[in-house]
Structure formats: structure tokens, C-alpha cells
């Protein structure tokens, strides 16, 4: 094929910047080039220096209140960024937030400061504070910039955190897992905002080997042979209009001294790297955000490449089911009809629905494993629906399970990538029927993102299962606090935190 990119190309550009976090006292603050100082929206104003002088009404004159969301610069040696902190206390969510919007008012600045000693004393624990700050810098002064010719981003080269003593080992803490979860949804946006002829199904194998092989995993790459020798009609038939070769990642992590008895996760992502949508080809409008259809197996990649750093207990294997959905004179055509591995026969009525067709091969796999999983979850940016159901702020799970629907809500509060259950209704079933096969790939006008996971849920064979849909989540169209625009990477970071914490769901 001839050449029309750079060879060159590296597809994960932010793994290649590492921002220092370092924990200093109020006195160190001064030698950063920015520093926030954070102004709730009623009392007193805070006692520090960088106030000093300063009245609520001078400030309020500059348009300051101290509602949530306003900044307001004041120049200086060292850039003061006043920083709405609003009326209540500070969460982890509202002060990732509040360091983000800080971050974006001073993207000038290559060093920044921030004094957590006040938020803390005001009762956020030190860890969980130190820890959203540093995602809500390094997050909020993400860009995609590898293909413009001149880089403007200016990247953080130290944070620095202020704590009281007593607080610095926790504050520590909170740094080091910071770090961790900020990459690894700095890698999942490079994946995201990655073009598909930048990195397809082959490129992400290729990715997934060299990263796993960093990070202490075993990856098994499956190409087109090994697919049809393991029979996977879903990934085959979506792959079938394709110039390029599907691919299948197996991704393995061990934690140390792991026995039969070591609880089992597997994860299981869409990798659609470019959905046209098939001969069911989508709309021009409908298309333009497509390269990102790969963002569930983005997310378990990269939340797979923390596991080892965060000291995460479960064995937890990743399954990237990876193609684009082309239509070509070989493609799939609407009323063909695939045999997932294990037998199911599906009829497809749309190509277009076809993350459900690459899902279903990599979870009946994932329950074929002579270490049974003790729950699978998948991820997906799977209907649009959802984005009709929940808006844009908001992905979809549902669930076999309330247990592992409570671990992914528990999750993805504690990440703030908002999650919301919508109910696994069995009436709903029927509209999966198909006239000639065991099922049919869409389920009708209605509820479409409970029909395509009441899909996936006749693969499950009855292993604790919980599905993801984060087609509403995958981007954003504009700066929006720590999420800048492009992909998100949402996905990484509340599956590297639900895989920490997982916990075998009991039998009932
Ligand atoms: N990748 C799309 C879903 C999507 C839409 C993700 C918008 C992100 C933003 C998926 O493959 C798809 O095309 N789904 C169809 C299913 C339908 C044909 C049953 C949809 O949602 O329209
Ligand atoms: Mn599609
Ligand atoms: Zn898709």
C-alpha cells in the first residue's frame, strides 16, 4: 500500500512527557511560575499572601465571585490565578475541577503551585486531594499534537503541592497513583484522537506488545489465520470489507503468588478503528468522530498498563477485539449471516451494529477460560442511543449483576467518568429475534442500548457481567474542565480503579 503517513508516527505521544509532582511547604510555592490560590464564594477571604491587600468587592469588580468554574488572573513574579472554589467544601471531583480550570487559566506555565493545606484542613483526606490535583493539572494541559507541524502545547514540568508535615506521606500517596491513572488516560486520548490510517487494527497489536512488555503483562496477538483457526465469525464478519487484517490482543495480567483461588476479572473492549458503518454506511455527520469507535479497547490497554503500579490484587485479563468496518465488494452484506465462536448464529440487519458482533466472540472466549472469570465487564462505544438516553456527561452500564454494577458505579465515582444503570429488561429480548438465525444484530426503534446489551448477555453464559457504553463519553467538542477537546480516554481510569478494587461477587 502506499505510503501517505509518517512512518515514524508514535502513536502514544503523551507516554513520552513525564511532569514531575513534588510535595513542598507554602514557601515553595513562590518559585513556580503560576500558583492557584483557591476562593470560595462566601466569607472570609483566605489568609495567604497572595490576597493580601485585596477585598472581596475589588475582586467581585473584576468580574471574580468565587463561584465554581471563574478564574481571574493577577500577574505578577509569579502568576496568581484566583480560583472559584464555590460554597461547599471541596470534593475530590470539585477540587480535580477546580485544579483543572487553574491549569487552563495559566497554560503559559511550565511550573505551577498549589496549596492543598486549606482543603485538607477544611476535611478532603490528604491522599484522595493530592491525588485529583495531580490528575486535574496533567489531564487539563493534555493536547493531541504530534500532527501539527509546530507543538503550542506547553507542558507541565512541575507541580508542586503544598501539605502540612503530617500530611506528607499521604499527599505521597495520592501523587504516585495520580500519576499512574493520569497517564494511562493520557494514553487512551492519544488512541482516541490517533486517525485511523494512523493506527489501525495492526498498529494497536504492535502498541499493545511493546507497552504490555513494559509494564509486567503477557499479550498474545492473534492475526487473521489464528482468528478464523479460533473461529471468530463476529470479528471476521465486521473485518470482512477491510484492506487491513483484524487483530485480537490478549492481554494477561499475574498479580505475584497468584493461586486458582486469586479472584478473576476480564475486560473486554470494542477496537472498531474506523466504523463507516458498513454497506449500512453512516451519514457524513454521523462519521466524523468514527476513528474513536476503538476507545473501549483503548481503555483496556491502557488501564491494563497500571495494574502492576497500582498493586492490583485480581488477575484480570484483557480481551481487544480489533478491526475498522469497511465496506468494500467483500464486505458483509445486510442479511448475512455470522457464527459467533461457540455456535450462535446472527443475522445481521445492519452492519452498522457491529461492536456487538466483535464483542460476542471476545466474551464467549473470555468464559471458555480454564480459570473461569469471576465476572467479565465489557466496554464499548457502542450505541447511540445512549448519548439519546443519558447526554454526553454520562456512560450507560448495565448489568447481569448489582454487584458489579455497584463496583463500576463505586468506580466511577471515585474517577468522576460518571456512570449510570439503565435496567437489563428481558422483554426486551424478543425484538432481538431473528426469521433464519439464533438472533438478530439490531433490536428496533426503541431502548437500543438495552437491546444491544440484552445481545451481549446471550454470550455471557451466566458469568457475572457488566457492559460499559461509552459512545456518549468517548469525546468532547470542547475544553470542559480536566477533559480537553478530543478524546477523552474515558474508560481507563475507572477500569484501572474497578479493577483494584474488584471483589469477587458472592453466589447469589
Ligand atoms: N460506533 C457506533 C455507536 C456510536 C455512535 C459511538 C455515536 C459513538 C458515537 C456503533 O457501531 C453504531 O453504529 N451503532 C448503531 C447501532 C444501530 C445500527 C442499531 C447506532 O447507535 O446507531
Ligand atoms: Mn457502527
Ligand atoms: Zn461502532
Not at 506555565?109 to 495531580?134: F, H, K, N, Q, Y
Amino acid at each position: 500500500m502506499t505510503v501517505v503517513i509518517d512512518p515514524s508516527f508514535d502513536p502514544a505521544p503523551s507516554l513520552a512527557h513525564q511532569t514531575q509532582v513534588v510535595l513542598g511547604s507554602a514557601a515553595d510555592l513562590d518559585a513556580a511560575a503560576a500558583r492557584a490560590c483557591f476562593i470560595s464564594a462566601e466569607g472570609d477571604l483566605p489568609s495567604c499572601e497572595c490576597v493580601s491587600g485585596l477585598t472581596r468587592d475589588e475582586l467581585a469588580a473584576a468580574g471574580f465571585t468565587g463561584k465554581s468554574g471563574q478564574t481571574l488572573r493577577n500577574p505578577g513574579d509569579t502568576l496568581v490565578v484566583f480560583v472559584g472554589a464555590g460554597k461547599e467544601p471541596f470534593t475530590a471531583a470539585t477540587l480535580r475541577d477546580a485544579v483543572a480550570n487553574f491549569t487552563r487559566a495559566a497554560n503559559e506555565s511550565a511550573t505551577l503551585a498549589i496549596d492543598l493545606g486549606g482543603v485538607i484542613a477544611a476535611g478532603l483526606d490528604a491522599r484522595e486531594a493530592a491525588l485529583a490535583a495531580t490528575e486535574g493539572a496533567i489531564l487539563a494541559r493534555y493536547r493531541f499534537e504530534p500532527l501539527k507541524s509546530e507543538a503550542k502545547n506547553v507542558l507541565i514540568e512541575t507541580l508542586t503541592i503544598a501539605v502540612a508535615e503530617g500530611d506528607r506521606e499521604a499527599a505521597q500517596q495520592g501523587i504516585d497513583r495520580g500519576l499512574v491513572l493520569a497517564r494511562i488516560a493520557g494514553l487512551a486520548r492519544d488512541l482516541g484522537n490517533a486517525p485511523g490510517r494512523h493506527l489501525n487494527a495492526v498498529n494497536l497489536a504492535d502498541l499493545a506488545v511493546k507497552l504490555g512488555g513494559q509494564t509486567g503483562l503477557e499479550v498474545e496477538v492473534f492475526d487473521r489465520a489464528a482468528i478464523m483457526e479460533l473461529g471468530l465469525g463476529g470479528l471476521l464478519g465486521v473485518n470482512a470489507g477491510s484492506a487491513e487484517e483484524p487483530r485480537m490482543v490478549k492481554l494477561r495480567y499475574t498479580p505475584e503468588g497468584a493461586t486458582d483461588a486469586t479472584p478473576h476479572l476480564a475486560l473486554v473492549g470494542k477496537g472498531i478503528m474506523f466504523d463507516s458503518g458498513g454497506i449500512s454506511l453512516k451519514p457524513t455527520h454521523a462519521m466524523g468522530s468514527m476513528k474513536m469507535d476503538m476507545m473501549g479497547a483503548g481503555a483496556v490497554l491502557a488501564s491494563m498498563t497500571a495494574l502492576s503500579e497500582l498493586g492490583t490484587t485480581s488477575i484480570v485479563t484483557g480481551w481487544m477485539m480489533c478491526t475498522d468496518n469497511m465496506l468494500s465488494g467483500n464486505a458483509t452484506k445486510v442479511g448475512d449471516v455470522l457464527t459467533i465462536r461457540g455456535g450462535k448464529t446472527v443475522e445481521v440487519k445492519n452492519t452498522d451494529a457491529e461492536g456487538r458482533l466483535v464483542l460476542a466472540d471476545g466474551i464467549v472466549l473470555a468464559t471458555e477460560e480454564a480459570h473461569r472469570p469471576d465476572a467479565i465487564v465489557d466496554i464499548a462505544t457502542l450505541t447511540g442511543n445512549a448519548m439519546m438516553a443519558l447526554g454526553l456527561g454520562t456512560a450507560a452500564t448495565l448489568a447481569n449483576n448489582d454487584q458489579i454494577a455497584a463496583q463500576l458505579a463505586t468506580a466511577a465515582e471515585v474517577t468522576d467518568e460518571r456512570v449510570w444503570r439503565l435496567p437489563l429488561d428481558d422483554r426486551y429480548r424478543e425484538q432481538l429475534k431473528s426469521n433464519i438465525a439464533d438472533l438478530s444484530n439490531i433490536g428496533g426503534t426503541y431502548a437500543g442500548a438495552i437491546t444491544a446489551a440484552l445481545f451481549l448477555n446471550e454470550f455471557v453464559d451466566d458469568v457475572p457481567w457488566g457492559h460499559i457504553d461509552i459512545a456518549a463519553t468517548m469525546e468532547v467538542e470542547r475544553d470542559d474542565v480536566w477533559r480537553s477537546n478530543g478524546s477523552t480516554g474515558f474508560g481507563a481510569r475507572l477500569l484501572a480503579e474497578f479493577a483494584t478494587a474488584f471483589e469477587k461477587p458472592s453466589q447469589d
